[in-house]
């Protein structure tokens, strides 16, 4: 029997999710999200971000959120800048580029854009000469959190969100792991926080419990106009949207999705110091439900055996660095299986 | 109580996906469909087709489908032929153009593309004194059952097919309906015959009984290579791609899929056979689950203050074409109820 | 020796322009069309527009032009409407779905798109249960002269204009051949009703005496900005910008684009007037630079031994409809002789 | 009076350019590059390059000629590997991401690509678990020159182009400056080099003579089919394609294009020594027309009262990399006055 922890969608979805879907399976409603159960979840998401006029659409999966969200907001010599890391850069088959849009990488440490490397990016293009030979930066893209499990501060956002507006550029904030970083070790940002300094932010269902799903939030009434145009074009209307509204109330009607979110985390942090006493380094130091610890290769070839895990790279000659990925659906058993052996080693 | 026939998606899925979904809900696999509920639904899929060598690929939705398969196929400066009443054409905002390609609409009738009217177009472009000036045709589409309801016979197939082995067009077949098209009355094409004159196609789930997917079979050896990487950057590869993969297992283990079909045809045709006991003419005559009864003004508001449908358009002054359209869910006590209206009237 | 009549780029450009080529040529300027010539092309362009807030840009070519000025317009899920005559429908090898934009054909009538067919397409499209999914109408394209050299009255091109503004749909007029629309026999049109109708234009210089080169203006104060971004990426920034400020200085500065543009009409003028004396009709009633006899196919042959001319298409059987075409470089003894041999006819 | 020297584009052509213009003004010929003038030129080029079945097109400006050979090669998920430090990956708003591909920048040292870095980004992309989640390498760009003035050795040379084909990746070189990289000081490679080692490339008139121009030279059969439809969809076929073909003619058919080459490399090698001599540094050490000193903040405004010339860029607090930059055109007594001005500081 193998314990698998190599990524944050091994399971279908929390089980309140599936009785939901199965009690409303013969109900019949019209289709394309403009359903009661979608204007309900909307109805959720708003308050649970305390912004009663935010619009919210529900798309399928990350890297077609993604691409319609920045297609949405960019005109066609504009790029978006994003962290080297950033999902939209690395792992996203160039769906951006085939879009037609550049990313524009900025200076970031450990997956976070500092506000810093986004005004240095800005002074550098207005202050070029004949700037119209260059891509126009027109967006800020974050992950929250992030792809090494990182997790901006407030202060951290709050930064890069004035920056933003100093220069005009609407921030966007790709939530794939919103509720991990939200539920992460010594966070000090709320979901209200996330609306009042983003311009428009995806909220993931996919790795946090439903069976797929990602709410976006439209703050800035200004990018809200013939926004489902954009969700058509990009192949992201389902056809049976209320799926996505059924799935979203169940999340939020009463704290669900917090309280995975937490549950999630906490696993991922007894396996963070499982490694830590026994005095393995990490990549990256990660509050949130991902864990990069640093085995010489020996061990983690021992641990292979038992456990599944991402090989994330090497970092020298006999060491690599992997990744632990907790989820909403992760046994305590089995991270107590992983715990044992790891002291074991 | 309102009896809806609006469209074939109006309800979740077939209980027995839902059951399947439910029973596998903790069972840990890899993602992007590479699990091993992906690789026998495609075996089942192979097989259905009497295609032991065809790639299978699992998709959310109907346009995602089209752009990505359209796009994996064309070069830049060529365009997909199509009807046009082609949903590529008429209801997918453009997604083609978005992916950099024309439509090249060609003759048609009820919504069938012509092989004659292909070799037409095909004689003009080649025919031009500098054909580079205009958009080279590069493959052809059409749908099966179409967007009107209507059914290609084998003879027409495999003319339309002839034509584009001859001009090296690669066939594509929409089969967001292919189950209604199969089982469609007087319908002498199989499942078989299609694969076998398709140089790609697909199978569509969202209508046919299935919560939503596509199942994509790509028959011509030279479309297989790197299409993976396709369907990533068109946002079409889910997380979770074992629900597609549990859900084409169930509609095809044991012909759960032509039955639902059938059973949707047959609804159908009783509502025609209402409609045409009392007179009303059809828009198109059409053989599958989408009926198209031309009904007077008076008439149509009737009927829809108990049963939902499609205005489809204004034929004249006073008459209206609609849309009935059955599915794999519809009772037959809707239709029955529905029946005994119109012979009310 | 041959006539030739194929088109109006057969030569290379007015004598007056090469010289000041000569005149110029080692003198440094910067580059990128910043340069004084094009500054002041500019704003005689502007003068001769009634316009002098107009921003004026210097392109290479019209496709580049079209695919430019569409691209800076659209958002990305809207189409441009043209007739289905339109440059940009056939002859630019899909360059405006390159850049990801549908061509919206409306109703036309001998290239003229009618205000009548635009305001039905809106209506149909805003009548939509769903617009969101076709393609929302996002601006007009219409061709002065067009391509069959037909021509706007007046009152044609306000209606259009006036439909255009209530809908919100930027106009484009694609002027190639404005000057010999604005030279045609009848026209009531001036440069300055095209500056004051459209939201944005170009002057043709390539098939209007100059070597190359088409002029923009930007009239709507909306569409102005960063379209230098526009003109880059589309690859329309010519290195040494100052070759089409100083053809245009050249056509603009004492009236030689018009003088030019009414020779060409005069000529053709008189080749249609020697057809029609013949009996021969015409696929089009032409007033501009473009000629279409319909011609029995023996004739068509025996013209072709001592005359060059473009192949229209087929009318019937054994009649094929051809173009005359003239230009600024025509000479009337070329006319002489072609007139001759018609009368021998 | 001010010289300048801040690029390779300030002047018009040369003058036996300008003349074969004049004398073949009135001639009349097909248009879009298919006249004798083109097919000669063609030829001389062919010739010049050792390689009598290689293709050649004309196009107008580099951002163009990268956008259409790049659109032309690479299917949507796939991009191209560039030197960060590459024109398409810097100064070209986009055109390529517009294009719909990602730009992959590999190490680089002083704008030189090392076909190490190809290799190790080969590998890395081979390596991964699930490569189809990042864009597939599908070509590689070089420069020669490159973008500040540094040229490839024929060692480095072939080993990129053994790498590209060990890898299958088309090896594009930009020749935009091709001619001074081929004149540099202790260059070893030809232009038959180029020929042999890369699958396309280009030989730049723009820069180096010629009014506008890029001619374009496919190697590989693979290469090219159609390349005419790409020329078109990007904007790039002349109507009077024979100003192109005049232009190559000249340059090509009794050496010009080199002779005017070595004299701008001659100037630019003046330029440096004249600096170098006063002790101050280079940013980077160049063989060819671009040069690029380190001058004390001081000193560049004392010149900059006289001389034209591109701030590079700070390189510390009080000093900032400056660019000279010779051409064709540069008269030696501008070198003279420039050279006497550094001596004297």
């Known amino acids: 029997m193998m314990y698998q922890f190599q990524c944050d969608y091994n399971e279908g979805a929390h089980p309140r999710i599936l009785e939901r879907l199965v009690e409303t399976n013969f109900e019949q409603t019209v289709g394309y999200g403009e359903d009661h159960y979608c204007r309900k979840a909307a109805d959720l998401i708003r308050t649970a971000c305390g912004n009663q006029s935010a619009d919210v659409h529900f798309l399928v999966g990350g890297t077609q959120t993604n691409a319609t969200v920045i ?31 550049k990313v524009l990488t900025a200076g970031s440490c450990n997956g976070l854009l500092s506000a810093e490397a986004v005004q240095e990016l800005m002074e550098l293009h207005l202050a070029e000469d004949g700037p119209e030979h260059t891509v126009q930066p027109g967006m800020v893209y974050i992950s929250f959190s992030s792809e090494t499990g990182t997790v901006y501060s407030l202060a951290q956002l709050e ?69 489902r145009y954009c969700i058509k074009q990009n192949g992201g209307m389902l056809a049976k949207g209320r799926l996505l509204g059924i799935q979203f109330i169940v999340l939020f009607e009463d704290g669900l999705y917090h309280e995975l979110s937490e549950h999630a985390v906490r696993q991922a942090l007894r396996i963070r110091d499982a490694f830590e006493s026994k005095g393995f380094g990490f990549l990256v130091e990660s509050p949130s439900n991902q864990q990069f610890p640093i085995l010489p290769d020996g061990i983690a070839d021992a641990l292979s055996s038992e456990f599944m895990f991402s090989v994330w790279r090497k970092v020298d000659e006999s060491h690599t660095a992997v990744r632990f990925c907790t989820s909403w659906a992760t046994r305590p058993e089995a991270v107590d299986a992983l715990i044992e052996k790891v002291r074991s080693l």
Do not use: W
């Open 71 to 101: 297609s949405s907001i960019l005109r066609p010599y504009q790029g978006v800048i994003s962290a080297g890391t950033g999902h939209i850069n690395v792992h996203e088959t160039g769906a951006i580029e085939h879009g037609g849009h």
């Open 159 to 227: 930064a890069i969100s004035a920056v933003c507006r100093r220069y005009s550029l609407p921030l966007f904030i790709d939530g794939a792991r919103m509720g991990y970083g939200l539920a992460s070790e010594g966070c000090d940002v709320t979901l209200k926080d996330i609306a009042r300094l983003a311009d428009v932010f995806y909220i993931g269902g996919t790795k946090q419990g439903a069976l797929f799903g990602e709410a976006v939030v439209i703050v800035n009434d200004a990018l809200k106009k013939d926004f």
